[in-house]
């Protein structure tokens, strides 16, 4: 068994901007349509959510009511505020009181700075879907977006001195009714992965071993992706690696993995519906050839190929090859079976320097070979 990290992630904003909605969505298997049902949260409701076996993120949804959170910026300040990893701050884009908003947000961001200096901070504009038909060029987001990163940089003059670094802020427009609620969180969760450039060089190696143009890996409850083969989840054009360029991947869907998500949650509930339990799946299409898989105990990979001669059996060979190698990255220091990444690269060993924290060894429970 592997060593479990704690990571504390606040999710704050005003009242019914979607905070525990997106938290049911994706930590409960809640349709967008069963939102609408939940009450207003009282005070602060924490919740634990086990990700990877090895991840344990605790959750505080804290109500947005005015008194609620005068009360987390004075009495609560150091229980609420202190060792914070994360802090995903939800607007409602169709919000009327945007000024108040943006007060409350800056007195947030004065308090999460003042005791977790180095906070990830996740601003999630929310309720996209209301807004698309009558602004398409999402003007009022790049607005809103605009005054968010005012006040953060505001904030961090005011706060901090020359050299000192702090956590970066990353902007995303959301709805909880379509995919982009998925590109949001797994961007969250994809930080709080410990040892996350070790699984995405192995993605890389094992896309290039099975001559596929992909190689990605999502959370099995909640299909959210955690990591990606080649050029890191979200980048331009410009870093794709020669593999992506030569497999096309500029004209791939950018929204691919957060779609897939979907569909695959969509697809397992009626699975679950119909009494079948969702193991995974292959296909071979005209134009690629796609398989899904278990990974470890709590991950599926899908790895995407184009040649046509790469048989669906080829890629489920390696995955099991692949499975063994990292089953034992769970506990041991020193691996027994190395793939020809580990092989040539001392750096990517766990005692690699820098690497001290036991709790940083692991990034998931082994599967059926550990
Ligand atoms: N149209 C739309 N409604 C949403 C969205 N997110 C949440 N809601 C609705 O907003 C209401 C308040 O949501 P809730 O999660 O309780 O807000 P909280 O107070 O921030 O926890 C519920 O009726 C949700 O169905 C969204 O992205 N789009
Ligand atoms: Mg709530």
Known sequence: MSTTARKKVLLMGKSGSGKTSMRSVIFSNYSARDTKRLGATIDVEQSAVRFLGSLVLNLW???GQNNFVDNYLTAQKDTIFANVAVLIYVFDITSTEWEEDLRYFEDILTALRENSADAG?????NKMDLLDKEDPKRTRYEERRADVIRVDERIAQKSLGDGEDRGRLRCFPTSIWDESLYKAWSSVIHT?????GLITSHLTYLRDVCLAVEAVVFEAETFLVIAKSGSPLDSPPSEFDKQENRGGASVLDPQRFEKISEI??????TCQRTGEQFLGFESKFDEC???LEPMTRNTFILIVSVDPRVETALMQYNIVN???HLSEFAGKIVLDRKCGLCRNNKELRYDAPGDLDPSVRAWD???PYG
């Open 289 to 291: 050839t796609v398989v």
């Open 192 to 196: 709080l992965i410990p040892n996350i």
């Open 121 to 125: 901070v996740w601003i999630l504009v």
């Open 322 to 324: 692949a499975q063994i």
């Open 61 to 63: 949804d804290c109500g």
């Open 365 to 367: 429970d082994p599967g």
């Open 264 to 269: 695959i949650k969509g697809f397992r509930k």
